[in-house]
């Protein structure tokens, strides 16, 4: 006979029960409290992760935060150049085998891949299927195809990383000749769509992890923000910008198609996305800045773009400096050169002349003025050295620290120049080779100024990634392993039915990053993976530092000028107080022989430690900054016999003075000493 239970006895039960499955561990459905790295909602079916472990949070003993850099990324490339070059999504709503599928033409066998075998050589057959079977791409060489799926980059931050650039990428140009595209070539039009895209995948990931704010995939916008985002653990994703006709700045047979208040309009738009790094110039001249040549075959079919885009090949001159830009060479590319206009071809170029002649443009300048208003970070990898310098000129004359450098399209010789004025510089991805030599080539200057490395992977931006070393080398990558600050776990990378190996497919796809840092280790030793773990740190010290610039107080502004002589013109004045109106439409010109001064009287005496000369081209080759506090006795700070015009920047130790004079030795043309501007500062 059963027993029959009070009703008393069944409701303390019940409410025991239910105290238990409050109080209890939480079933696995509901992870996220302790294994919050996990999502709650992930697609199925998916890529599978390969790590296991908890990210690292917070910062270290002297309180900076830790984790790698990737300073140029273009996670959304495949909705640039007219949205088939490259082929698959970085994610969807319809789920992984709509991400990774190839494009339209590629089927059946990869016969019309035409970009595919213009970069990677062959016919361009492939297997075009992506998910489940992957037989083909991604590769390492395979550059049409999604290398930035939303779970690849996760296992990329899984493993260690804190810090990504995002650079909304396209060029009107090359979408205007290629062959297959599903939409309007304007530049603007894509880069408002990335960024967009970016904000969606943002809210894509929260929902896995149960609503906003919540995912692992946080889009930033100033320094502060992203230093939050790294101590817990997260990814800091800022927006940047690489275009070749940003705020439709191309030129015309030199001439620029764009104004002031279009860079102005183009600014303000950018930073309310989001944007905070920018290039001004990409792969063509233009209306901004000349650019740093590609070479050999690229290079060609490059240059006969840029004919076709603005009317003129690029133009060479032998460089004053140690910096050159790339040598084009003479390297045929008949594919391209087919769409030149009959009898034009592309010119020769001396062997000795391998710098642009076009540099910072006066509209280039503005623009470069516009971003220090804004705070904004200056990315002069692809500009000329002649742009490059201005550009580094213009920011040494504020000393204001926002340049990158993020993936070794610079000359090298500028490393210190960069790291000086407080600048970040990251390495392209290279193999594991190259890239440990080219970090040990640079180790002393990173240790003089206190400073991490990056890397730039560049994914999507069809550069070509790190093959295989392969598994017969003394010291391959042994999975699994363990991340560099030794909480996780990481396996070989699994999606749908294909495994990648980093030691027999390469860098195929932006999942195996962290396989690829193991590699450094192993080939470079663990000096180079401790200053990419200390790449976030830095990288956010150049932007934190970028923000809180303030621009120096120019002492000399309406100060009383007189000089030793003034050109005389009947229509425009080139008096001395022209040098110090506050503008670079006006100048002071001297007469026509070397020994000629100009001397301020600032009012009263100051500490003054940094004068500034904006030449124009009648420029001074010796020189010298004579201060005074009385006007009779003189001291001087600063001299130089090599000046080479342009903007240069006298700094010295802070003097007290009330007279600044500048002493004007010998020219450097046959004119005389021409001067928009002088500048002087507490230092």
């Not at 764009?258 to 290039?279: P, Q, T």
């Not at 600063?638 to 903007?647: A, I, K, P, V």
Request: with cysteine; aromatic share 10%.
């Amino acid at each position: 006979m059963a027993k029959v239970r009070h009703p008393y006895v069944a409701a303390v039960t019940l409410l025991l029960l239910v105290l238990a499955m409050a109080l209890g561990p939480a079933p696995s459905s509901a992870a996220g409290a302790d294994d919050w790295w996990n999502p709650t909602a992930r697609p199925a079916p998916d890529a599978r992760i390969g790590v296991t472990g908890e990210p690292f949070k917070g910062t270290d003993s002297r309180g900076e935060v830790r984790g790698f850099v990737d300073a140029h990324n273009h996670l959304f490339s495949n909705e640039a150049f007219g949205g088939r070059l490259i082929c698959g999504k970085t994610f969807s709503e319809a789920g992984i085998a709509d991400a990774l599928k190839d494009c339209p033409e590629h089927y059946p066998d990869g016969s019309l891949a035409v970009f595919d075998f213009i970069t990677k050589g062959g016919d361009g057959r492939h297997d075009p299927v992506g998910w489940p079977t992957f037989k083909d791409w991604p590769a390492h060489d395979s550059l049409t195809h999604q290398q930035n799926y939303y779970a690849w980059v996760e296992r990329a931050w899984r493993g260690g990383q804190r810090v990504l650039v995002n650079d909304l990428v396209t060029n009107g140009v090359i979408c205007s000749v290629y062959f297959f595209k599903d939409r309007s070539c304007d530049e603007m039009t894509s880069i408002r769509l990335q960024a967009k895209l970016s904000y969606d995948l943002q809210a894509y990931v929260d929902r896995m992890y149960g609503g906003p704010g919540k995912g692992w995939f946080r889009i930033v916008t100033d320094s502060a923000q992203a230093r939050q985002v790294v101590e817990q653990g997260k990814l800091a994703v800022i927006l940047g910008v690489e275009t070749s006709e940003p705020f439709g700045c191309k030129q015309i047979l030199d001439i620029p198609q764009c104004s002031r208040e279009d860079i102005d309009k183009g600014l303000d738009e950018l930073y309310a996305l989001g944007v905070r790094s920018m290039f001004l110039c990409h792969k063509f001249d233009n209306a901004l800045c000349g650019v740093r040549f590609d070479e050999g075959t690229l290079g060609t079919a490059i240059n006969v773009g840029q004919f076709l885009s603005t009317g003129t090949f690029w133009r060479t001159e032998k460089c004053t400096g140690p910096q050159h830009d790339n040598p084009i060479g003479l390297a045929s590319a008949p594919g391209a050169e087919a769409k030149l206009p009959a009898g034009v071809s592309v010119p020769s170029y001396a062997a000795d002349a391998q710098c642009n002649v076009r540099g910072l443009t006066e509209l280039g300048e503005y623009a470069v003025r516009g971003m220090m208003k804004r705070k904004m970070m200056l990315e002069i990898d692809h500009m000329s050295v002649k742009a490059t310098g201005r550009a580094l000129d213009l920011f040494q004359a504020a000393s204001y620290p926002g340049v990158i450098s993020s993936h070794s399209w610079m000359d090298l010789n500028w490393t210190e120049r960069v790291y000086s004025l407080g600048g970040f510089i990251a390495q392209y991805m290279h193999g594991s080779e190259g890239f440990s030599a080219e970090a040990g080539r640079t180790d002393a200057l990173r240790d003089k100024y206190g400073v991490g490395y990056g890397y730039g992977t560049d994914m999507n931006g069809v550069g070509g990634w790190p093959g295989p070393r392969g598994t017969d080398t003394p010291n391959p990558v042994r999975y699994p392993f363990r991340s560099v600050d030794g909480g996780s776990l990481i396996d070989r990378q699994t999606t749908g039915e294909r495994t990648w190996d980093l030691n027999t497919d390469g860098a195929a796809h932006y999942g195996l990053v962290p396989d690829w840092i193991e590699d450094i280790r192993l080939v470079g030793g663990q000096d180079v993976v401790d200053d990419l773990f200390r790449g976030a740190e830095s990288y956010l010290d150049t932007w934190g530092a970028t923000e809180h610039h303030q621009a120096a107080v120019n002492l000399a502004k309406g100060a009383a000028a007189t000089a030793s002589s003034a050109e005389w013109n009947p229509f425009t004045s080139y008096a001395p107080g022209r040098a110090v109106d506050g503008s670079r439409d006006t100048r002071w010109a001297s007469g026509w022989s070397d020994d000629q001064w100009l001397r301020l009287d600032l009012g009263t005496t100051h500490r003054v430690g940094r004068v500034t000369l904006d030449w124009e081209r009648a420029y001074g080759r010796a020189y010298r900054i004579d201060l005074s506090t009385d006007g009779t006795d003189w001291r001087t700070v600063w001299s130089t016999t090599t000046g080479d015009g342009g903007l240069d920047t006298a700094d010295f130790t802070g003097t007290p003075a009330r007279y600044v004079r500048v002493q004007l030795l010998d020219r450097g043309t046959d004119w005389g000493y021409s001067l928009h501007e002088v500048s002087v500062h507490s230092g």
